[in-house]
Antibody, heavy 122, light 112 residues
């Protein structure tokens, strides 16, 4: 069964950092691009970042550019999101989402995890 | 403020046909394909339709999609609404100007 399982969320103070992880299983993780998509409480979906299959191409939403860093380890089937300078606007459920293609550009998300909750508050 | 526009809510009775609209611009819907995601209460989103009209394996045939050839809009239609279709529906697309993926604000479909 194809599966994505996020972890690493929690309560963090404004200005601090946090690292999220996403463990993939049931498919050829190294073949596909993969993304982080977040959803603030009671709100809609917001794409955060995407990374190509080989980590050569990466994209970020303007709202997180310069503060968040996406990376992946194809040998371990893991995706990461390093978040710094966190603000209360980053409070959200963070989903790992598999792309249908090798590129993070253009296509769509065909597999989603259950998410990990990040709460930024003092 | 979402880049794509959707009505906040749509409702219908069981068996009815309902349509959810999604409006954008030339940098997203106008030049790229539209995808739809369904989020049942308390669950994560799942891909419902991709590339305007295609259903992934397991998605019932009562879900269909279309994209306008004359303006920058797309639609999701549920034919034969069922109680288990009560969910939030999001349209999504690639945006050439933002160089990123964008979503609509979501439409809550209620089965009366």
């Amino acid at each position: 069964e194809e599966q994505l399982v996020e972890s690493g969320g929690g309560l963090v103070q404004p200005g601090r950092s946090l690292r999220l992880s996403c463990a993939a299983s049931g498919f050829d993780f190294g073949y596909y691009a993969i993304h982080w998509v977040r959803q603030a409480p009671g709100k809609g979906l917001e794409w955060v970042s995407g990374i190509s299959w080989d980590s050569e191409n990466i994209g970020y939403a303007d709202s997180v550019k310069g503060r968040f860093t996406i990376s992946r380890d194809n040998a371990k089937n893991f995706l990461y999101l390093e978040m710094s300078s966190l603000t209360d606007e980053d409070t959200a459920l963070y989903y790992c989402a598999k792309d249908a293609s090798r590129s993070w550009v253009y296509w769509y998300f065909d597999l989603w995890g259950r998410g990990t909750l990040v709460t930024v508050s003092s | 403020q979402s880049v794509l526009t959707q009505p906040p809510s749509v409702s219908g009775t069981p068996g009815q046909r309902v349509t959810v609209s999604c409006s954008g611009s030339s940098s997203n819907i106008g030049g790229n394909t539209v995808n739809w995601y369904q989020q049942l209460p308390g669950t994560s989103p799942r891909l419902l339709l991709y590339s305007n009209v295609h259903r992934p394996s397991g998605v019932p045939e009562r879900f269909s999609g279309s994209k306008s050839e004359v303006d920058t809009s797309a639609s999701l239609t549920i034919s034969g609404l069922q109680s288990e279709d009560e969910a939030d529906y999001y349209c999504g697309a690639w945006d050439d100007s933002l160089n990123g993926h964008v979503f609509g604000p979501g439409t809550k479909v209620t089965v009366l």
